[in-house]
């Protein structure tokens, strides 16, 4: 699988918008690129995940580069709920196994 | 919502002891996993099972066997725990159409004495 860099730590005040980036220059045409989230003492949590285009849901968006070598992980507004370790992870043809890697850890300031 | 669950949070067990880790999943999914997390080397795959009776060795599976006698439920093995397993592991399942999401359980963490 292709591999993933992101930031070890970054720090938001609450209520603030977050942006998550993650480059992946490494990665295939037919490679999505999933987010999953670890909160402190669970197991990792889907957050959002796309192909090419950007993507929205309840918890996220996803901004995918045109080049799809790099994409970012937007919380719109930070709670301190949203303090957790935040992984990127290119998922291709080799199917559903996972390779997460270091992550980010987003620290949320009240 | 998905269930995954894991039969315990956390386990002590002593050097040389067979260890079972129980993970079952309520969305009727043919894929499960099983991790272990270790702090600065991510999530590590150690088996993974496609259907019932199927396994599948990952990246680490040495010192570890499973068992899926049913779809709901995949277990993990340490045949004789080593301090070397004390890790956190965590089970995982999903749909089989290929790049689906992952839903994970809560975790056990398990110390080796």
């Known amino acids: 699988d292709a591999k993933t860099t992101q930031p070890n730590s970054m720090e938001s005040n609450e209520e603030e918008p977050v942006h998550l980036p993650c480059n992946h220059s490494?990665?295939?045409?037919?490679?999505?690129i999933h987010w999953y989230r670890q909160l402190p003492s669970q197991g990792p949590e889907y957050v959002i995940h796309g192909l090419t285009s950007n993507v929205n849901n309840r918890m996220a968006s996803l901004a995918i580069a045109e080049d799809r070598k790099s994409s970012t992980l937007i919380l719109h507004r930070a709670t301190l709920r949203d303090a957790a370790v935040y992984y990127c992870i290119l998922i291709g043809n080799a199917g559903n196994m996972l390779t997460f890697g270091g992550g980010t850890r987003l620290m949320v300031k009240p | 919502d998905v269930k995954v669950t894991q039969s315990s949070r956390y386990l002590v067990k002593r050097t040389g002891e067979k260890v079972f880790l129980e993970c079952v999943q309520d969305m009727d999914h043919e894929n499960m996993f099983w991790y272990r997390q270790d702090p600065g080397l991510g999530l590590r795959l150690i088996y993974f099972?496609?259907?019932?009776?199927?396994?599948e060795k990952g990246d680490i599976p040495e010192g570890y066997s499973v068992s899926r006698e049913k779809k709901e439920r995949f277990s993990l093995i340490l045949e004789s725990a080593s301090t070397n397993q004390t890790s956190m592991y965590l089970c995982?399942?999903?749909?089989?159409?290929?790049?689906?999401?992952?839903?994970f359980g809560p975790g056990t963490r398990l110390l080796v004495l």
């Open positions: 099972s496609y259907d019932v009776k199927m396994k």
């Open positions: 995982a399942s999903s749909s089989p159409r290929g790049r689906e999401t992952q839903y």
């Open positions: 490494t990665i295939s045409g037919t490679d999505y």
